[in-house]
């Protein structure tokens, strides 16, 4: 159940930093709010998620997901590119946050 926790406190953080780029600098409103909102769920969910797990696998899969899930949004929704350098350094991110999930033995 944590790592659930920690999966849907990523997918905050992704909200998080897509509502700061919206915000432009925090001079729309609705983007800055949403901004506060899903940082304080996600590092809410965080905590509650460190409850039980390993801080350092579970920062590294929080902040992961967040970055990764960044990355594919600012390609998908916001026309950044998609060179393969930029693909691959996401793959590693994923490698490395899977890595260090086993090495926690998944727990």
Same mark, same amino acid.
Request: no cysteine.
């Given at each position: #159940?944590?790592?659930?926790?920690?999966?849907? =406190? +990523?997918?905050?953080?992704?909200? #998080?930093?897509? *509502?700061?780029?919206?915000?432009?600098?925090? *001079?729309?409103?609705?983007? *800055?709010?949403?901004?506060?909102?899903?940082?304080?769920?996600?590092?809410?969910?965080?905590? #509650? +998620?460190?409850?039980?797990?390993?801080? +350092?696998?579970?920062?590294?899969?929080?902040?992961?997901?967040?970055?990764?899930?960044?990355?594919?949004?600012?390609?998908?929704?916001?026309?950044?590119? =998609?060179? =393969?350098?930029?693909?691959?350094?996401?793959?590693?991110?994923?490698? +490395?946050?899977?890595?260090?999930?086993?090495?926690?033995?998944?727990?």
């Amino acid at each position: #159940m944590a790592w659930i926790v920690i999966f849907v =406190a +990523g997918l905050f953080e992704v909200a #998080m930093a897509y *509502s700061l780029k919206l915000s432009n600098g925090f *001079s729309v409103l609705l983007p *800055s709010v949403g901004f506060a909102v899903f940082g304080l769920l996600s590092f809410g969910l965080l905590a #509650m +998620g460190l409850k039980t797990l390993e801080v +350092g696998t579970a920062y590294a899969v929080w902040t992961g997901i967040g970055a990764v899930g960044t990355a594919v949004l600012g390609i998908v929704a916001l026309g950044e590119n =998609a060179s =393969a350098l930029k693909i691959a350094s996401i793959l590693l991110i994923i490698a +490395g946050v899977v890595g260090l999930n086993l090495a926690a033995g998944g727990h």
